[in-house]
């Protein structure tokens, strides 16, 4: 194997994983298999719909999990039931949608003070994002969109937490030395834990308080933490799924965000098309019913999410039982990695598939729900993204948001048709060079 070092691009990556025989992967859009439709089709994706937890989460709270849960036990079952209801539902987007207004008008005011101002806007959409999911949860803001330091301790403690759990630890493959966490992989995360419970801990504790004061709230002023506690949700199980919402709602969108401006500034025509699209809809602020309206963006959104699948690697699978997928036996607790990145470039697909061209996707009914499966940014099946509604509605205001009302240019007058696109090897599939761009307002 090649020195990991000059890995460079999730494509090298990916070619020298073909040759290993560690992982199982399918390159092809066959892995229609894996969730097919029909009778036959929910049996082999309730056989796939287990996960492994890695050793570098294995705490004492293992049952805990909701993204890593190892099957779809009672506690993942109540977790989704409550974020469908609370967090992922029609009705509760809608009742969202003037928190997401005000949090984004936050943002762009503090834009409108940057004005000629480098900014690095991975920051700025994190912290946006994160007090977005903050005033959901807990009604209060974690950060400060002035305050740099604080919001890069919280993503750092949060990419560290996923980066431990695909680290390869020798506890994963030799389990009888796991009690050792030989590499303090387990120790590092239990710490950044730790350290992100301080965000939640006091609110945690005073609401629980009031519950045992019974103070009455009005129906309509609960937030989602009043329904974890209503439902029996312990601190140490509230903890957990605050931190996964964090992981899973916040690095994939900021990332999507950041390569559809990229994938925008560098193909300028395109850009042209997306503006003059928005602008024809002749107001400042975008509405969400003007979302569904707009099919050339909305073709740019998925484009991005082919181009640069942002978990390139489906959150591994494990079988809970033995089956039976393209004539391969996968033995019982075998893990299945899906390799998303690889069925989204396959050109026997994929016409031009390492080019950004939304128009591939205009006049063409395939999207990203699940059931087209050479397109499954947000995987398929029972353990497919519970997000999606959510984060592809955040993705669209944001994103239009900053073309409606900014031009941007790169630092320096820097040339974007020679933009670096390099890609990151990691969870999610980040900019190696993160995106730093001046914003002037339009008139
Ligand atoms: C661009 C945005 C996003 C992308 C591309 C994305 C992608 C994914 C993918 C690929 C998976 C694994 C699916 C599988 O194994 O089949 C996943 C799982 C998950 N995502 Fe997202 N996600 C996004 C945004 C969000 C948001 C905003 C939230 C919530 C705040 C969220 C919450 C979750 C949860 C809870 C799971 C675990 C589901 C389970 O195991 O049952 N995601 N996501």
């Known amino acids: 194997m090649e020195d990991f070092d000059n890995i460079r691009s999730f494509n090298t990556f990916t070619s020298q994983m073909r040759k290993s025989l560690y992982f199982l992967f399918w390159y092809s859009t066959s892995c229609g298999s894996l969730f097919p439709r029909g009778s036959e089709g929910s049996s082999q994706d309730r056989h796939l719909s287990g996960r492994s937890i890695p050793d570098a989460l294995q705490q004492s709270f293992i049952d805990y999990y909701f993204v890593w849960a190892r099957d779809c036990n009672e506690h993942r079952k109540s977790c989704r039931t409550l974020c469908r209801l609370e967090l992922f539902s029609a009705k509760a987007i809608e009742a969202q949608s003037n928190l997401r207004n005000t949090k984004l008008a936050h943002m762009l005011d503090f834009l409108n003070n940057t004005q000629g101002k480098v900014v690095k806007i991975e920051e700025l959409i994190f912290t946006t994002l994160i007090n977005t999911l903050s005033n959901i949860l807990f009604s209060k803001d974690f950060l400060d969109l002035k305050d740099d330091e604080t919001a890069h301790r919280l993503k750092f403690g949060l990419l560290k937490i996923l980066e431990n759990s695909v680290t390869p630890n020798v506890s994963d493959f030799f389990p009888i030395v796991g009690g050792l966490d030989l590499q303090g992989l387990r120790k590092d995360s239990l710490n950044h834990l730790d350290e992100l419970s301080s965000f939640s801990e006091a609110i945690v504790k005073e609401r629980r308080a009031r519950i045992t004061k019974k103070v009455v709230v009005a129906d309509h002023e609960k937030d989602f933490l009043d329904r974890l506690l209503e439902n029996n949700f312990t601190p140490a199980q509230i903890n957990i799924l605050v931190l996964e919402l964090f992981i899973a709602g916040t690095d994939t969108m900021v990332t999507t965000i950041e390569w559809a401006m990229a994938e925008l500034l560098k193909n300028k025509e395109i850009m042209r098309k997306v503006q003059k699209e928005l602008t024809e809809l002749n107001h400042n602020s975008i509405m969400n019913s003007d979302l569904s309206k707009l099919t050339y963006f909305n073709a740019c959104i998925k484009e991005t999410l082919r181009l640069h699948p942002v978990v390139p690697v489906l959150i591994p699978r494990r079988a809970i039982e033995a089956c039976e997928v393209m004539n391969y036996t996968i033995p019982q607790n075998a893990q299945v990695w899906v390799n998303v990145w690889a069925i989204c470039h396959d050109p026997s697909v994929w016409e031009d598939p390492n080019t950004f061209k939304p128009e591939r996707f205009l006049g063409s009914n395939i999207d990203f729900t699940g059931h087209d499966y050479e397109f499954i940014p ?66």
């Open 378 to 443: 947000f995987g398929g099946g029972r353990r497919m993204c519970p997000g999606l509604p959510s984060g592809v509605k955040s993705l669209q205001t944001m994103l239009a948001s900053l073309i409606v009302g900014y031009d941007w240019s790169l630092p320096n007058g820097e040339d974007p048709t020679k933009l670096d696109m390099t890609e990151k090897f990691g969870v999610t599939l980040q900019k190696e060079k993160p995106l730093e761009l001046v914003f002037r307002r339009r008139e």
